[in-house]
């Protein structure tokens, strides 16, 4: 006898198959697995290789670093060196010039396993002025319980760059920090509950009741009444098969089932460094009247100088005038009547020639008010 899930799960393939895609989105891209979650490591290592833009002998962190790695290789620091560099090893002051302390991070996928490769960033730690052709050298990472779980190492990859020369000084991105594409490689794996209960987790990533209620319909309806239970607004538990290549075709299926998620709440997006402005379709406005304007005042100062008249025994003066000017533009003021949705928002905001600036001070200004009826986020 076939066992009903199979029977369940055959019907399911069946209908996805034959069923015209609609306009709405796929579970996957609403909701992640939670035995699915990455884990953040770190680590601490050297970039060598530098071309006089390392740490130099005034980060001992760096020097200490350095003797420990020619110790554990083997080389020794007592070798044929000068009077001055045999001082300065004795003090642990190695004038490391090419070499510099960084901090190496990476992100661990989840169900991640030995042997694959993820990407790492690294930033310096001293005074390293660039990164720019480092290797990085043999580095562990760590998560939060101190284990290993993944080894780094390779050519640095920055493209930020930073040059100086007779006073002038150029400085494109950040050179103090890089990446390395698939530099490291996971040694241990991370446990996770996929393959030992009886039911797995969905997490949607953007919490929202209508989401929930909308992907738990979607999966009863096509694998049965009680197969999805909605725990919060952002939690869905899903039984699942027991065996693993069940369980894996049937999480695949409801990761791409069609689902119409709930709108997005009503929010105002303000970047106040670059004077980007995102407002979402369902922000409304209540009547107010909006005024906005600014006052400029320009000052120019000429330099004169006085002449005396002749056989006046006078003496030649410098003065300096100065005209003060004040222009305050005639902006006019706009009304919001009731319901206004967000193509009339900006029509009348531009119809003033409201800047960037302007806009974000309107806006802070009609939420301060009250007649904003949306969320306002300022990043």
Do not use: C, W
């Not at 007592?78 to 004038?95: H, K, M, N, S």
């Not at 446990?191 to 949607?204: E, S």
């Amino acid at each position: 006898m076939i066992p009903r899930y199979l029977l369940i799960m055959a019907s399911a393939l069946v209908a996805f198959l034959i069923t015209p895609p609609a306009h709405a989105d796929r579970v996957k891209d609403l909701a992640s697995l939670a035995a699915a979650r990455s884990n953040q490591l770190v680590g601490f290592g050297i970039v060598v290789g530098l071309q006089g833009t390392g740490d130099g002998a005034a980060v001992p962190i760096t020097t200490q670093t350095v003797r420990a790695i020619m110790n554990k290789l083997g080389v020794g620091l007592d070798g044929p060196l000068t009077d001055f560099e045999r001082a300065a090893a004795a003090a642990g002051r190695l004038d490391v010039k090419n070499v510099a302390a960084v901090m190496v991070t990476a992100e661990l996928p989840g169900m991640a396993k030995p042997g694959q490769r993820i990407d790492v960033n690294i930033g310096t730690l001293g005074q390293a002025s660039s990164l720019r052709g480092g290797i990085l050298i043999l580095t562990s990472l760590r998560g939060i319980d101190g284990e290993v779980y993944a080894i780094a190492q390779g050519s640095v990859n920055t493209t930020g760059i930073d040059a100086s020369a007779a006073g002038s000084k150029v400085a494109i991105g950040v050179p103090t920090s890089a990446r390395i594409p698939n530099g490291a490689t996971i040694e241990r794996l991370v446990d996770n509950p996929f393959d030992k209960t009886d039911a797995v987790m969905l997490n949607l990533r953007e919490p929202d009741f209508t989401t929930t209620r909308a992907v738990v319909d979607a999966i009863n309806t096509t694998f049965g009444a009680g197969t999805a239970n909605a725990i919060d607004a952002v939690s869905i538990r899903v039984r699942a098969p027991m065996d693993m290549s069940q369980r894996v075709s049937f999480v695949s299926m409801v990761e791409n089932l069609d689902v119409t998620p709930g709108e997005a709440p009503a929010r105002v997006v303000v970047n106040s460094r670059t004077g980007t402005v995102v407002i979402s379709r369902n922000v409304k406005v209540t009547p107010a009247a909006v005024s906005h304007g600014t006052i400029s005042v320009a000052i120019a100062a000429t330099n004169e100088v006085s002449q005396p008249n002749a056989f006046s025994n006078g003496q030649t003066q410098a003065v300096q005038n100065a005209n003060i000017a004040v222009n305050e533009p005639n902006k006019p003021a706009f009304l919001f009547q009731a319901g206004v949705d967000l193509r009339q928002v900006v029509d009348a905001i531009n119809q003033v020639g409201a800047s960037p600036s302007a806009l974000i001070a309107i806006l802070e200004a009609l939420k301060s008010s009250g007649s904003l009826r949306a969320e306002l986020v300022v990043i």
